[in-house]
């Protein structure tokens, strides 16, 4: 029986293993490319634009960088690529993953250790830093359900645990054209990069 395609072909022209990923494969442009296109709350928000991934992790790397001023900037290169497989493998919604099963999480693995290699970071980041990436995760996730995906307050207290006002009010969710989001990702991570 033949195997079925497990590859994607990128606009870079690489060819993506899905099930056996290799860093050389992995280009931050096809990165920024897919997440800025791919919808969080599976498109489900107000406003003209999608919320994307993209933008959801810029907005986690500003909010991980406040909770850690202090932190090496590669474990700020780790919380902006926070959701990078979700370039190839889309963003499920939790419930979602849930039913899919522990499958999601292999392939989400995977390929998260590849990138990691690909940009200089160890393949697992380690737990301490991803519960502070978590961390900032939630908040950010609090920030979208109220401003934009029409959670109450005290729903979004219930799924994302309650936010310090003053942060609520001081981040606000921006919603724009993919190509500019895009950019904006690509120039962070460069950034990042010559800090590195």
């Known amino acids: 029986m033949k195997q079925p395609r497990a590859w ?40 003209d634009y999608a919320y ?10 500003q909010i ?12 700020q290169l780790a919380a902006l690529l926070h959701d990078a497989p979700e370039y190839v493998i889309g963003d499920m919604i939790s419930p979602v993953k849930a039913a899919v099963g522990p499958g999601y999480e292999v392939l989400d693995d995977r390929l998260m250790a590849a990138i990691h290699i690909r940009f200089g970071l160890p393949a697992q980041v380690p737990a301490a830093v991803k519960k502070q990436i978590k961390k900032a995760d939630k908040v950010s996730a609090w920030l ?7 959670f109450t307050t005290t729903e979004a207290d219930k799924f994302f645990g309650k936010l310090d006002p003053v942060i609520a009010q001081s981040l606000q969710i921006r919603l724009r054209p993919p190509v500019d989001v895009r950019t904006d ?12």
């Open 144 to 150: 979208e359900a109220v401003q934009i995906a029409g």
């Open 8 to 47: 994607q072909r990128m606009l870079s022209g690489r060819r993506l293993d899905l099930l056996d990923p290799t860093p050389m494969d992995i280009e931050i442009e096809d990165i920024a490319h897919g997440l800025a296109f791919v919808a969080r709350w599976n498109g489900q928000t107000r406003g």
């Open 64 to 75: 991980f960088r406040q909770m850690n001023p202090n932190a090496p900037v590669k474990w």
């Open 185 to 196: 990702f690509t120039a962070r991570h460069a950034q990042l990069m010559d800090l590195l």
């Open 52 to 61: 994307s991934v993209a933008e959801h992790s810029l907005l986690v790397e």
